[in-house]
């Protein structure tokens, strides 16, 4: 089961930070990379970033490279997307989802159909 939180407001300043959580709890969390993606009014869901904590590789979507931070802590079966520097861009609402590691890894890319398990979206709204 995942649970898919925002650490903070919702609504954020052109500038400002957010951190969202994702806890992954009922799957063998060494077995999966967590992602995030997010759905833009008007727009298709698209791939923000991954962590594959048993192979250390993490990938960011060019939009938000330098600016999100993806880590995890093994123990508690918790992902963090830290986001700095927010955009109006980056309104949008915000998910996770767990992805088995190797294609994800191999092809250091996100695609919707390959996810396993999926939480419920987060809202974050940027102002401007």
């Known amino acids: 089961m995942f649970s898919c939180r925002r650490v903070g407001g919702g609504l954020v300043q052109a500038g400002g930070s957010l951190r969202l959580s994702c806890a992954a709890s009922?799957?063998?969390?060494?077995?999966?990379?967590i992602a995030w993606f997010r759905r833009a009014p008007g727009k298709e869901r698209e791939g923000v970033s991954f962590?594959?904590?048993?192979?250390?590789?993490?990938y960011y979507a060019d939009s938000v490279k330098g600016r999100f931070t993806i880590s995890s802590d093994n123990a508690k079966k918790m992902v963090y997307l830290d986001m700095n520097s927010l955009e109006p861009e980056d309104t949008a609402v915000y998910y996770c989802?767990?992805?088995?590691?190797?294609?994800?890894?191999?092809?250091?890319?996100?695609?919707?159909?390959?996810?396993?398990?999926w939480g419920k979206g987060t809202l974050v709204t940027v102002s401007s």
């Open positions: 989802a767990a992805v088995p590691h190797t294609i994800v890894v191999l092809t250091r890319t996100l695609r919707e159909s390959w996810m396993d398990y």
């Open positions: 009922g799957l063998t969390f060494d077995d999966y990379a």
């Open positions: 962590v594959s904590s048993t192979n250390n590789v993490t």
